[in-house]
């Protein structure tokens, strides 16, 4: 036990300052106290200031925030202040464990990294963490998709099923073992591959060869097809639908014989339903034998869903018909219960004023009614306050790294119960790769250092995959290039104008 300091003017149950003694300890730290009632009292360091005093003497002061003690399996905030002038010691780690609810059983666990400024491996329970759903949030370049890649290792070394929207082929590299030895020594990892774990669809396999082609079924009811078509219709085409839908009722059926069927219909409201249906067709993911839900929800399998390459309201599209066909199927026992990550969340769950997506509905009511069934939802996003408020006031779990933007900012704090400003300070100066998590799987929010990977970072899969290509001539004479994969374009035309004013 090691004296830091001592309590230093004005003291409140849950504030109080720290006049230093020890110079090297850094803010994020946990230090204890004794408190004359009731006994030793956890507390955190959040921030610091160094200064000269009138005698040119060197002060520095720690600002400390009350964590709470213990009793009878509780954790409780002292009722009176603690004395001026006692003795702060660093806490230790039992204590610091005890306080926070950090696991030592390694069972059905995450090991997700360090608690921040401690040489304490933070594991959460996998059924707590995932169970009401979760969110992952952060600004650009704060270590968000590492984070999720992380947090999908650690999901299918405990055999749970998993699906993934993916719109920028990130997590493909969960195939790819790690290199950065250096870096795994310090957080006690192995390098690994999840090959036999990992299998990947696409949408666009021109830009993705080695996934396989995605092909949904087009077996839809009224509701489900006036949700995803490309246009809205008016009561005219519904009933036009409808009558095809009715007469095709009990057959297996592609969307060609639906679109041959609705075309028969002696109206003129058929030619925008038409349209519509040609819409779907040319998309190409229902195109041929669908996928079945057997096949994409396996316990301990990460079934990766591509969209790299597509255009965003086919990625709607995709989204909106797989979370439908889900979520019917986990309700009527077909699949078993999973974990169902949303990348750029805020695209296909947009907050009311942001614009509407296809696929908000569904997601919505899988935010609502899914955990029940055992459809555990995430929904990861760099724009929080584009996220519907409804989705993400639902997921239990927050894991939130760095985020400065106010709105952001504010629509963390609306959902998260007991948000305090203290928190937003956190999260604004959290460093890169460090995560305030707050949920049940935790008594308190803790700060972690998130742990390096087993795999290897995305960057360098993409970077493989356009090598792979490289090579190949496209249809117009020249290579496949990074920004044909970053744009998706399919028009041959574009890309030849990009390449001629790239140069």
């Given at each position: ?22 110079l ?30 009138d ?17 009878d ?13 006692e003795?702060?010691y ?27 400024g401690?040489?304490?491996p933070?594991y ?33 070394k405990?055999d ?13 590299s ?8 250096d ?24 830009v ?19 949700e995803i ?37 002696p109206?003129q ?9 040609e ?9 041929g ?15 990766i ?16 018909k ?16 999973f974990f ?26 899988i ?7 055992g ?18 006031s639902?997921?239990n ?7 400065t ?15 305090t ?26 700060t ?50 990009k390449?001629?004013?790239l140069?």
């Open positions: 036990m090691k004296q830091v300091g001592k309590i230093h003017g004005p003291v409140k149950p849950t504030t109080f300052q720290i006049l230093l003694s020890d090297s300890t850094e803010r994020g730290s946990y230090i204890k106290v004794n408190h004359d009632v009731y006994g030793w009292v956890l507390a955190k360091i959040e921030s610091m200031k160094r200064y000269l005093d005698f040119d003497d060197e002060v520095m002061l720690a600002e400390a925030r009350t964590v709470g003690y213990k009793r399996d509780n954790v409780l905030i002292p009722k009176t202040p603690f004395k001026p002038g003795k702060v660093t806490a230790d780690k039992s204590l610091i464990m005890s306080i926070l609810g950090l696991r030592r059983d390694k069972k059905d666990s995450m090991y997700i990294g360090m608690l921040e401690h040489d304490i933070v959460l329970d996998v059924k707590k963490t995932i169970g009401k759903h979760t969110s992952v949030l952060a600004k650009t370049g704060a270590g968000k998709s590492y984070t999720v890649a992380v947090l999908l290792e650690e999901l299918i405990n749970v099923a998993i699906v993934i929207i993916d719109p920028h082929g990130e997590y493909g969960l195939r790819i073992e790690n290199d950065d030895y870096a795994m020594l310090k957080y006690n990892i192995k390098a690994a591959s999840y090959t036999d774990k990992v299998v990947e669809y696409a949408t666009n396999r021109r993705n060869p080695n996934a396989g082609k995605l092909i949904l079924p087009s077996d839809f009811d009224l509701i489900e097809l006036t078509m490309p246009m809205s219709l008016g009561d005219r085409q519904k009933s036009t639908l409808y009558s095809a839908l009715r007469d095709l009722e009990g057959e297996r059926y592609t969307l060609k014989d639906l679109m041959v069927r609705v075309e028969q219909e109206t409201a058929k030619w925008k339903v038409m349209s519509g249906l819409g779907l067709d040319e998309s190409g993911i229902f195109e034998d669908p996928i079945a839900l057997e096949d994409l929800v396996q316990k301990g399998q990460a079934t869903i591509n969209l790299l390459g597509t255009e965003h309201h086919i990625q709607e599209l995709v989204v909106a797989l979370a439908r066909m889900l979520f019917d199927g986990i309700r009527v026992g077909k699949i078993p219960e169902f990550l949303v990348e750029e969340a805020h695209n296909f769950c947009p907050e009311r004023g942001f614009g509407d997506s296809i696929s908000s509905s569904i997601l919505r009511d935010a609502s009614e899914g955990r029940k069934f459809f555990h939802l995430c929904v990861v996003s760099q724009r929080p306050a584009r996220v519907d408020k409804n989705v993400l639902q997921c779990t927050q894991i939130i790294l760095k985020v933007n106010p709105n952001d900012l504010r629509a963390i704090s609306h959902s998260i119960e007991g948000f400003p203290g928190m937003e300070k956190e999260i604004r100066q959290l460093s890169v790769g460090h995560a305030l998590i707050v949920g049940e799987s935790v008594e308190q929010p803790i972690v250092d998130i742990r390096v990977r087993e795999t290897k970072h995305h960057t360098s899969h993409v970077r493989a995959m356009v090598a792979e290509q490289s090579s190949d001539e496209d249809d117009v004479g020249g290579t496949f290039s990074g920004e044909d994969i970053v744009e998706g374009s399919s028009s041959s035309f574009l890309r030849l104008l390449r001629i004013f140069k």
